[in-house]
């Protein structure tokens, strides 16, 4: 008997040991299983990156090509703009050069008609010469039928105002506005002109059109230009 249950050890041994192999296997093909699932996840999430990926490199191209048109219409914009200005500012230098022997003249760069302080108003006073409204009145007639905005804009020379100082404490700044605003008064109320369309700015000293560094260039800096703007009203 003794013979015999050596044999069946060895046999109950073995089968066990095939059960832990086939264990073994089975978990190692539910892992294979499992990471071929994961790795078949992976790959359907790569290939929606990669679709959404395209479809923004679509969208941005498109975004590009359209911002590129846009540029490409405001630049036609400006060059149209740019040409009528420069054929406005051509048109109204030729009607008023009439009017030169009066005391105006033409600012070339803005295309403004400039009124010389010494033709129009008394030095440190912002009050028109009565001599001087007559040729003012003629030029509202004029300007009064154009279409588009119209800009009043003061200007003097560097140098401070003294004699006057009490009656512009805000020195030539002031002096400059209040010029203009006369001359837009007398354009809304002599000229009929709808102030709707007109506005006022004092600059002083601060765009002189020659060198303050002479007599005549104070001269031609002491000014107010009357600014027309062609086309509609915005």
């Given at each position: 008997?003794?013979?015999l249950?050596?044999?069946v050890?060895?046999v109950?041994?073995?089968?066990?040991?095939?059960?832990v192999?086939?264990?073994k296997?089975?978990?190692?093909?539910?892992?294979?299983?499992d990471?071929?699932?994961?790795?078949?996840?992976l790959t359907?999430?790569?290939?929606?990156?990669?679709?959404e990926?395209?479809?923004t490199?679509?969208?941005?191209?498109?975004?590009?090509?359209?911002?590129?048109k846009?540029?490409?219409?405001l630049?036609l914009?400006?060059?149209?703009?740019?040409?009528v200005?420069q054929?406005?500012?051509r048109?109204i230098?030729?009607?008023?050069?009439?009017?030169r022997k009066?005391g105006?003249?033409?600012?070339k760069?803005?295309?403004?008609?400039?009124?010389?302080?010494?033709?129009?108003?008394t030095?440190?006073?912002?009050t028109?010469?009565p001599?001087?409204r007559?040729?003012l009145l003629?030029l509202?007639s004029v300007?009064a039928k154009?279409?588009?905005?119209?800009?009043?804009?003061?200007?003097?020379?560097?140098?401070?105002v003294?004699k006057?100082?009490?009656?512009?404490?805000?020195g030539?700044?002031q002096?400059?506005?209040?010029?203009?605003?006369?001359?837009?008064?007398?354009?809304k109320?002599?000229?009929?002109?709808d102030p709707?369309?007109?506005s006022?700015a004092?600059?002083?000293e601060?765009?002189?059109?020659?060198s303050?560094?002479?007599?005549?260039g104070?001269?031609?800096?002491r000014?107010?230009?009357?600014?027309?703007?062609?086309g509609?009203?915005?």
């Amino acid at each position: 008997m003794r013979g015999l249950c050596i044999p069946v050890f060895i046999v109950s041994l073995l089968l066990s040991a095939g059960c832990v192999s086939q264990t073994k296997y089975l978990e190692m093909e539910k892992s294979h299983v499992d990471r071929g699932e994961k790795l078949a996840n992976l790959t359907k999430k790569y290939e929606v990156l990669i679709e959404e990926n395209d479809q923004t490199n679509l969208k941005m191209r498109a975004t590009e090509v359209l911002l590129q048109k846009r540029e490409e219409e405001l630049a036609l914009v400006r060059q149209t703009a740019t040409m009528v200005d420069q054929s406005w500012k051509r048109q109204i230098s030729a009607e008023l050069e009439e009017f030169r022997k009066e005391g105006f003249q033409i600012n070339k760069e803005t295309g403004g008609i400039i009124l010389e302080e010494s033709v129009f108003f008394t030095a440190g006073s912002a009050t028109l010469k009565p001599e001087a409204r007559s040729s003012l009145l003629r030029l509202a007639s004029v300007i009064a039928k154009k279409p588009g905005r119209i800009q009043v804009i003061g200007h003097t020379d560097s140098d401070k105002v003294v004699k006057h100082a009490k009656e512009w404490p805000g020195g030539n700044i002031q002096l400059s506005g209040a010029r203009a605003m006369q001359v837009l008064m007398f354009l809304k109320d002599e000229g009929r002109i709808d102030p709707a369309r007109m506005s006022f700015a004092g600059c002083g000293e601060y765009q002189p059109i020659a060198s303050n560094a002479t007599d005549d260039g104070k001269r031609q800096n002491r000014r107010v230009e009357i600014v027309l703007k062609g086309g509609d009203m915005s």
